[in-house]
């Protein structure tokens, strides 16, 4: 209660207009969510900018969660994820010529994010569904199929940020990390299951995983096969997708789970390894997230001088009635009116 209180009083401030929300003549959309993680928002991120990165000139502004900086940063090849975050610094490695920047205020982000780039049609806000001080032209809302809003609580009993009334701010919601055999039934249900309004459009998506790669070396891939003993290095909201997903593709999966956002010590790599190297089987890999991938590469020296290869399994969404999602983000990109 004494948490939700204090959201309470920090959103009644913009609610009232005592604080001004700042809204800008260009398109932003917002993605995030109510809870504190594990909905899937860098993927949905990285489906945006496949869909709109050929017809506009976009940029992407996150607040660099957990890095040991502060301000404004341009995300540049020399930046390692302490210094920007793990998840820009993703993006940025995933897609090199889309402008990436770091800023814990958005509102002032934003303009410098434009003073750089005054080319840019697009921003696109990862993380920002808190972030009050900016009103987004779209404002979308992820929620995680097995974990949806409506059955959850405010910190620290659940894992809400704000209290679930605050899902009336979205213009779309997205649920995420659905199984393969949603029907149409399911599609109607799902809306009085979250209880939207009229206007709050409604859209489904699902995991894909890819080949793993090197880390170091990406065009060095390695296949999943029935045989293979995969110790897996995570340090994200949920990892049992991933589990459930290797235990159908390998022959067995050791997991070392740490925190969210987990920067590992030396030590700690060192244990996991000896613990890899235990496994008498010679077709055996380690296996990490491409969000662990940039925090573990603050040890690529220690991996190549013991010639250690690690992989991370790259994720990707999938939409059902993707055209019509495709064509709703187009349709907002034409018709954007400040």
């Known amino acids: 209660m004494l948490y939700g209180i204090g959201v309470s009083i920090y959103q009644s401030l913009y609610y009232s207009g005592f604080i001004k929300a700042v809204k800008f003549s260009f398109p932003v959309i917002s993605i995030g969510n109510l809870s504190v993680g594990g909905t899937g928002k860098s993927p949905h991120i990285e489906y945006l900018i496949r869909l709109l990165k050929e017809h506009l000139y976009l940029g992407v502004l996150s607040r660099g969660y957990k890095r040991n900086t502060s301000g404004f940063i341009l995300v540049d090849s ?42 840019l049609n697009l921003i696109l806000l990862d993380d920002a569904f808190q972030h009050l001080a900016v009103k987004p032209g779209l ?62 459009k409604l859209f489904f998506s699902k995991i894909n995983y890819g080949i793993p790669y090197q880390i170091f070396n990406p065009a060095k891939q390695f296949l999943l096969n029935p045989g293979l003993h995969v110790t897996l290095i995570s340090a994200i909201a949920q990892s049992s997708y991933l589990l459930n997903y290797l235990s159908t593709h390998v022959a067995s999966v050791v997991d070392y789970n740490f925190e969210d956002h987990h920067y590992f010590k030396e030590s700690e790599i060192k244990a996991l390894l000896s613990k890899h190297d235990q496994i008498s089987h010679p077709n055996k890999m ?3 997230t491409e969000k662990d991938a940039t925090r573990l590469m603050l040890f690529r020296d220690f991996f190549e001088q013991r010639d250690i290869e690690v992989y991370a399994i790259p994720i990707e969404v999938i939409f059902y009635k993707e055209e019509i999602f495709n064509q709703f983000i187009k349709t907002y990109l034409l018709d954007f009116k400040i």
């Open 139 to 200: 404002n979308i809302l992820l929620t995680e199929f097995s974990h949806p809003y409506t059955s959850d609580f405010l910190l620290p009993s659940g894992r809400l940020r704000e209290w679930r009334f605050g899902a009336a701010r979205a213009d779309v919601v997205i649920v995420t990390k659905c199984p393969d055999n949603l029907t149409e039934s399911d599609f109607l249900s799902w809306r009085n299951t979250l209880q939207l309004k009229k206007h709050q």
């Open 78 to 119: 020399e930046h390692d994820a302490k210094q920007v975050g793990d998840e820009p610094r993703q993006i940025k490695n995933k897609f090199p010529d889309i402008p990436v920047a770091v800023s814990e205020s958005r509102a002032l982000g934003i303009p410098r994010l434009i003073r750089n780039f005054p080319e």
């Open 286 to 288: 380690i296996l990490t």
